[in-house]
Nanobody
Framework: EVQLVESGGDLVQLGGSLGLSCEAS????????EAWFRQCPGKEREEVGA??????FYGASVKGRTTVSQDNTNRILYLEMNSLKPEDTGMYYC???????????????WGPGAQVTVSS
């Protein structure tokens, strides 16, 4: 059974940085696409960034201050975000798919989420 587990997050400083990691287990196959999503209060689920064949893609609201990377050997997906704003507060999820990823519903596997709260 494939499992994803996020770590990191919690309370972070306004204007500071956050780092999240997501460890995958239960499979030896490579995912087609892995991504970070977030659910911010009062807003729809948003793709923060994704990575496919080593190439990263970013959502418009975080582009330029976010990096998504992966350690394929240890099956870990990373998210780094700086210049944090109050609107970055939310629940952050990692997701993985063996075949798709154009929309959030394509992802077969999701982590339980990690809360990020940006505080001044």
């Amino acid at each position: 059974e494939v499992q994803l587990v996020e770590s990191g997050g919690d309370l972070v400083q306004l204007g500071g940085s956050l780092g999240l990691s997501c460890e995958a287990s239960g499979t030896t196959h490579s995912f087609y696409r892995e991504a970070w999503f977030r659910q911010c209060p009062g807003k729809e689920r948003e793709e923060v960034g994704a990575i496919r064949y080593g190439i990263a893609f970013y959502g418009a609201s975080v582009k330029g201050r976010t990096t998504v990377s992966q350690d394929n050997t240890n099956r870990i997906l990373y998210l780094e975000m700086n210049s944090l704003k109050p609107e970055d507060t939310g629940m952050y999820y990692c997701a993985a798919s063996f075949s798709g990823g154009a929309v959030w519903s394509d992802y077969e596997y999701w982590g339980p989420g990690a809360q990020v709260t940006v505080s001044s």
